[in-house]
């Protein structure tokens, strides 16, 4: 049994007093804003914060984007850590971070189907299909760009829904993530982008006994969507840019290598954009049929 125990430095339990305004939302409403809400899943009371945009119009449909922190996060941190707000309001679509469960303290993910692998016995992937299911009767989403980030632990959760819940999602993005050896049956080409620092001491980027180095899961993706064996590299200071293009459907596996890059949610900028920047730039490119 491999449990995945990863706590950040960066991304712990601290809650930030006055960064962001987060509302108590008990009745739904049309409102923009940021909103803390909670939904049952098999007896559960699971958490997660929405952020609805002031350029939100109910009668176009949006994509949502969903970011899962790491192991022992915290929404209310991992909000301001990974902030997609302001790119949530240009582009106009629905964001949510969702909360982990409690597990003797930390929060984590399962990011594989419930069995020796997981840390607990709570359906993640269960909370992830009520979360969208509840978001979509009260807003007018697009089904077809659904897309999932993460760090770290959050990063397994996000490989592990494009493993086992492709039906619902377009494209992945992974901060300093893995992707586990419990790989399921995508039913489509599947967009991904993996961000990773060459100095990360909790997930190594060559891997480990537990955990896969960066470049397998580059090639477990790049051979399932049949892209270009060889890629196409561009540097800027000390990040490196790997993009093989041309998949099933025209989509493409990339990568961000961070020269002496820890295990964080980059602040460092590639080619003026910031971590946030470069997977939605990304992910948005797709919908669930491929490149739009």
């Known amino acids: 049994?491999?449990?995945?125990?990863?706590?950040?430095?960066?991304?712990?339990?601290?809650?930030?007093?006055?960064?962001?305004?987060?509302?108590?939302?008990?009745?739904?409403?049309?409102?923009?804003?940021?909103?803390?809400?909670?939904?049952?899943?098999?007896?559960?009371?699971?958490?997660?914060?929405?952020?609805?945009?002031?350029?939100?119009?109910?009668?176009?449909?949006?994509?949502?984007?969903?970011?899962?922190?790491?192991?022992?996060?915290?929404?209310?941190?991992?909000?301001?850590?990974?902030?997609?707000?302001?790119?949530?309001?240009?582009?106009?679509?629905?964001?949510?971070?969702?909360?982990?469960?409690?597990?003797?303290?930390?929060?984590?993910?399962?990011?594989?189907p419930i069995g020796g692998d997981n840390k607990s016995d709570a359906d993640d992937f269960g909370f992830v299909e009520s979360m969208i299911t509840e978001i979509s009767s009260q807003y007018n989403v697009d089904m077809e760009r659904i897309y999932a980030a993460g760090y770290s632990n959050g990063g397994m959760m996000a490989y592990g829904l494009a493993n086992y819940k492709s039906d619902l999602i377009a494209a992945v993005a992974s901060v300093s993530g893995a992707m586990l050896d419990c790989t399921g049956s995508t039913s489509h080409p599947m967009p991904v982008v993996h961000l990773h620092g060459t100095s990360d001491g909790v997930l190594p980027y060559n891997g480990s006994s537990d955990w896969s180095s960066v470049q397998s899961t580059l090639d477990y993706w790049i051979n399932f969507n049949n892209t270009v064996l060889t890629p196409t590299v561009t540097s800027d200071s000390n990040i490196e840019h790997y993009v093989y293009d041309l998949g099933d459907s025209l989509v493409s596996v990339e990568h961000y290598k961070y020269i002496g890059g820890d295990h964080v949610w980059f602040s460092a900028t590639f080619q003026g954009q910031n971590t946030s920047e470069l997977v939605w730039n990304f992910v948005s490119r797709y919908d669930i049929n491929g490149l739009r």
């Not at 995945?4 to 962001?20: D, H, K, V």
């Not at 996060?73 to 990974?82: L, P, R």
Request: hydrophobic share 40%; with cysteine; aromatic share 10%.
């Open 1 to 112: 049994m491999r449990l995945i125990f990863l706590i950040s430095t960066s991304l712990g339990l601290i809650l930030l007093n006055g960064c962001s305004k987060i509302n108590q939302e008990e009745n739904v409403d049309q409102a923009a804003g940021t909103f803390l809400r909670r939904i049952e899943v098999e007896g559960e009371t699971r958490e997660y914060l929405i952020h609805i945009p002031d350029s939100y119009d109910s009668t176009k449909s949006v994509p949502i984007v969903l970011n899962f922190h790491g192991f022992g996060g915290s929404v209310s941190e991992f909000i301001n850590d990974a902030d997609m707000r302001s790119l949530a309001e240009s582009d106009t679509f629905i964001l949510i971070y969702p909360q982990g469960s409690n597990l003797n303290g930390f929060s984590h993910w399962n990011a594989c």
